[in-house]
């Protein structure tokens, strides 16, 4: 039962989700590599199947081999659905990822806007939490973004949840430092007006 429950999370079918936890599925079955079928929905991001899972006590929080938990993998996919789906669950917010990141700092990497607008005003997320290689969100969205509007957007909704200007990197450099050596005019203007 627990393989078909996670097999059902995997590809989003919520009704045979439903079916398997009525059969006597555990709601924290684990595969392989330790990941739940909450996970599983998470990263397919089939919102209906984390629905079923989360009203079944499905933790949030439960990580795999790779410190993945379900909550941790919406910064990546920067799913807003999932987010509002797993927020009754009471996800940590304080959870790290293997880099010792949140869930703000992946989708400030990749630009996710309506997610991270969405998790700094519904969440109390460390907005300048800072991860195991010494960076804030507001530092990977300079130094591991493109410079574009997605990433431009990101600076503004992080800088006006107050997140630090001038939390340096682990060597020092601050983002606007970061920002300037990339040629990111637009960023480096919201950087210095910031200050």
């Given at each position: 039962?627990?393989?078909?429950?996670?097999?059902?999370?995997?590809?989003?079918?919520?009704?045979?989700?439903?079916a398997a936890?009525?059969?006597?599925?555990?709601?924290?079955?684990?595969?392989?590599?330790l990941?739940?079928?909450?996970?599983?929905?998470?990263?397919?991001?089939?919102v209906?199947a984390?629905?079923?899972?989360?009203?079944?006590?499905a933790?949030?929080?439960?990580?795999?081999?790779?410190?993945?938990?379900?909550?941790?993998?919406?910064?990546?996919?920067?799913?807003?659905?999932?987010?509002?789906?797993?927020?009754?669950?009471?996800?940590?917010?304080?959870l790290?990822?293997?880099?010792?990141?949140?869930?703000?700092i992946?989708?400030?990497?990749?630009?996710?806007?309506?997610?991270?607008?969405?998790?700094?005003?519904?969440t109390?997320?460390?907005?300048d939490?800072?991860?195991?290689?010494?960076?804030t969100a507001?530092?990977?969205?300079?130094?591991l973004?493109?410079?574009?509007r997605?990433?431009?957007?990101?600076?503004?909704?992080?800088?006006?949840?107050?997140?630090?200007?001038?939390?340096?990197?682990?060597?020092?450099?601050?983002?606007?430092?970061?920002a300037?050596r990339?040629?990111?005019?637009?960023?480096?203007?919201?950087?210095r007006?910031a200050?």
């Amino acid at each position: 039962m627990d393989r078909r429950l996670l097999e059902a999370a995997r590809r989003g079918r919520a009704a045979e989700v439903s079916a398997a936890l009525d059969a006597g599925a555990r709601v924290e079955a684990r595969d392989e590599d330790l990941r739940t079928a909450l996970l599983l929905a998470a990263l397919g991001d089939h919102v209906e199947a984390a629905a079923v899972l989360v009203a079944a006590g499905a933790d949030p929080n439960a990580q795999d081999s790779r410190q993945d938990s379900a909550w941790l993998v919406t910064g990546v996919t920067g799913s807003v659905a999932m987010m509002r789906v797993l927020l009754p669950a009471g996800p940590d917010m304080t959870l790290r990822n293997r880099f010792g990141g949140i869930s703000l700092i992946p989708a400030s990497e990749r630009g996710h806007v309506a997610y991270v607008r969405a998790v700094l005003r519904e969440t109390d997320s460390d907005v300048d939490h800072i991860n195991d290689l010494g960076w804030t969100a507001l530092l990977e969205a300079v130094i591991l973004g493109d410079g574009g509007r997605r990433h431009e957007e990101t600076v503004e909704l992080l800088l006006a949840a107050g997140a630090g200007p001038d939390i340096g990197d682990a060597d020092g450099v601050t983002p606007l430092q970061h920002a300037e050596r990339r040629g990111f005019q637009r960023i480096a203007d919201l950087l210095r007006a910031a200050r």
